[in-house]
């Protein structure tokens, strides 16, 4: 799909960028440029450009603010140890969002529109990106209900954007470990509701649970699932994975998709490269207090969380309404290392190959050329 490029009248210079983007808050340091297009039934996808980033004129009653016809998705470009940069899974990304489109009633994006939007704006913004390893360009695709309209129907028109900022991990430049607090009282999402789809609504419906783990000293909210509060989900908006034993007989389990769980990208892709490092891995529902006492028995080394944002994180300390318990040895000591070994073999292995420094067998990594002035119309 062809995107009309109209970029700024007077880029930033590199010393601007630098000062933007330093140690930027998650979802602050936004680039020069977004993408938008347009749907219609008349139309279809149309009216696709690359444009100034800038606010948004929106009719008071757009359907997306009254009903929530609003669904994203999160991605992260890298800039390879040679330079280059590259853009990890968009097309497991482009796929997501069209299941959850299609969950919210709304128009799928092809792929070949959010692949073509992915690279102009990567193309466009990608000095942006520095050297060092630990920062990537977040993108942030997002699709709403556009229709002027407070009928309580399925919109008939629909905006998509494409804006990009960035960000160190969410939790810092470093692996450090988090503490969670265990949620019994809030569920993320009913069973056959919307917790497969990645809406905004999900998003909205967490942040009591957050804010009720932050006053506990908890870093994250962990979900159970919302019928008996019994079986571990999530962990905020992000998957986990449960180490058990060590050394060469080390093994993952991460609990199963049931529907109210959101299919991570980057849980997929452990899925798949835990085996190729030794470490078998399987899909099986693990309970609150199976969780207790397996870490009590030291059955589980270790736990983490992935996700695009998070990346991959430790978990050391686990609350509840009935006392906390910490993983393998607990919080490091100062200067100590954050990850246990498996957590860290498989970060190191997720990393390199996002860095380009270790071989994309899965071909993973999606290249992006520079943007050629010639090619802007």
């Not at 997501?96 to 799928?108: F, V």
């Not at 939007?117 to 942030?140: C, H, K, N, T």
């Not at 449960?242 to 991460?254: C, D, I, M, P």
């Not at 100062?334 to 073999?345: D, L």
Request: proline residues 8%; charged residues 20%; contains cysteine.
């Amino acid at each position: 799909m062809h995107i009309v490029t109209t970029p700024v009248a007077r880029p930033l210079t590199a010393q601007e960028r630098t000062e933007r983007c330093a140690a930027p808050a998650f979802g602050t340091a936004f680039t020069e440029h977004m993408v938008s297009a347009r749907w219609n039934p008349e139309q279809g996808w149309h009216d696709a450009e690359l444009v100034p980033y800038g606010p948004l004129l929106l009719d008071p009653a757009t359907v997306g603010l009254h009903y929530g016809q609003v669904v994203f998705e999160g991605l992260k470009a890298f800039r390879s140890h040679t330079g280059e940069v590259a853009v990890f899974r968009p097309d497991a990304h482009a796929e997501r969002m069209r299941a959850s489109a299609r969950r919210l009633m709304m128009p799928e994006p092809p792929e070949e529109l959010f692949l073509a939007a992915v690279d102009a704006l990567v193309a466009q913004d990608q000095e942006w990106i520095p050297d060092d390893p630990g920062m990537s360009l977040y993108l942030r695709p997002i699709l709403f209900a556009s229709e002027r309209t407070l009928a309580l129907r399925p919109a008939r028109e629909y905006r998509f954007l494409l804006v990009a900022f960035i960000t160190e991990g969410y939790f810092g430049p470093a692996q450090r470990p988090v503490r969670v607090w265990v949620t019994d009282e809030y569920s993320r999402a009913a069973a056959g509701g919307t917790g497969a789809a990645k809406c905004a609504g999900n998003y909205a419906g967490s942040l009591l649970a957050q804010e009720e783990a932050q006053r506990k000293g908890c870093d994250q909210v962990v979900w159970l699932d919302p019928v008996e509060r019994n079986w571990v989900e999530e962990m905020g908006g992000m998957n986990l994975f449960f180490v058990y034993e060590a050394g060469g007989s080390a093994r993952l389990v991460t609990p199963p998709l049931t529907g109210s769980l959101l299919p991570g990208v980057t849980r997929d892709a452990l899925l798949r490269l835990a085996p190729t490092l030794g470490v078998p891995v399987s899909e099986a529902p693990l309970s609150l207090e199976q969780w207790r006492a397996d870490c009590a028995s030291g059955a589980i080394t270790e736990v983490f969380a992935c996700g695009t944002a998070a990346r991959i994180s430790p978990v050391n300390e686990v609350s509840t309404k009935d006392g906390s318990w910490t993983i393998g040895a607990g919080a490091p000591a100062e200067g100590g290392v954050a990850a246990g070994e498996v957590t860290g073999r498989l970060s190191a292995a997720l990393f390199g190959i996002q860095r380009g420094e270790l071989p994309d067998s899965h071909s993973w990594m999606r290249p992006v050329s520079p943007a050629r002035q010639s090619a802007i119309t």
